[in-house]
């Protein structure tokens, strides 16, 4: 019988079949955390690119400054699961992602606690971002971060 010859691999095969992190969903997640953090700033820091409105943070900036922060999850997690590529999970690497996850959460129930009925203005006044309330996301943001640490896959580098 004729046995194919073997030919030489081209360069997308060895990305796909190569033991190290897949560059692609690293570079995709980078990306994508850039532009989080770009839509994160637009809404902490909208007076920089000439779209301060008001001097308060009311509904619209809460909600574009979370809307990027769970962009920067959401990059943070691709390119962070990535370098796992070829290699099994630790609890710790799952671990991580469930903190993430909470840390969103977090952020999202402090940031948006004044709308949900709970934070320091009812539902008849207009909707405060306060020190309570930014404590509260800056503890949701500490908890991502914590969970970011978890996702790196610490033991394929100390080989």
Known sequence: MNEPKDKPASRADNLLHSPGPSRLRVRVGLITTLFGLFVFLVGTKSAWFGLQR??????????????????ICLGGYTSLWGLWKGMERSIGADIGLRLVATGYLIAVFSGMADIFGFGSQPPPQIPFFGPIQALGVLLGEIVI???????????SYLK
């Not at 971060?145 to 033991?155: E, K």
């Open 145 to 155: 971060a914590f969970g970011f640490l978890l996702l790196v896959p610490y033991r």
């Open 54 to 71: 008001t001097p308060t943070v009311g509904f619209v900036k809460i909600s574009v400054f979370l809307v990027g922060l769970a962009i």
